[in-house]
């Protein structure tokens, strides 16, 4: 009985080492909301008004790629933390060049100037307007903000938020009756 559970033992363990060597994920730091909230200057909730070229490049990463950075410009709908000025906003986050790939790598962010609809597979449509953001930013010197989780992972730092159907930015539109 005690060589059967020894056996078993070993095997299991001699399969999870071989299981960690082979799996190379990057770990990502921890950012629950009490972190975010803490080490934010600005926490607010806001929608896209415009993304500009910030003609500026970083390599400031562990993989020295180049980032090539955005200018994100928000209006803001509601602040939770911290004082913002005429309710707009502008972040600078940073994206890869096209077909750039990397292992492991970052996870940047993109935001969605447009709401987008989803369709099921009895064509049923879900019309979702166009996204709020949660924002847990750090002000820059110059007066941008960036995501306070950092640029390298700053996805951490945001919550895409949809309004559901029927509230005012969302609606459902049902298959047209067959006959």
């Not at 070993?10 to 909301?33: D, I, N, V």
């Not at 004082?83 to 969605?112: A, C, M, W």
């Not at 820059?140 to 951490?156: A, F, I």
């Amino acid at each position: 009985m005690h060589r059967c559970l020894l056996l078993v033992l070993l095997t299991a363990a001699t399969s999870l080492a071989l299981f960690l060597h082979r799996a190379g994920a990057r770990l990502l730091p921890s950012w629950p909301y009490e972190r975010l909230l803490r080490e934010a200057d600005v926490v607010v909730i806001a929608k896209v008004m415009s993304v500009a070229d910030a003609y500026e490049t970083t390599r400031d990463n562990p993989w020295k790629a180049e980032f090539v950075g955005l200018n994100t410009t928000f209006d803001v709908e509601a602040t939770l933390k911290g004082k913002v000025e005429n309710d707009k906003l502008q972040v600078l986050h940073y994206r890869l060049k096209p077909d750039v790939l990397i292992q492991n790598g970052p996870t940047l962010v993109s935001f969605r100037l447009r709401g987008m609809t989803i369709t099921t597979t009895k064509e049923a449509k879900v019309e979702l307007g166009k996204p709020s953001y949660l924002l847990f930013l750090k002000k820059r010197k110059e007066g941008r903000y960036e995501p306070v989780s950092g640029q390298v992972d700053p996805s951490l730092s945001v919550r895409e938020m949809y309004r559901p159907p029927g509230d005012g930015g969302a609606g459902v539109t049902a298959p047209a009756a067959r006959r």
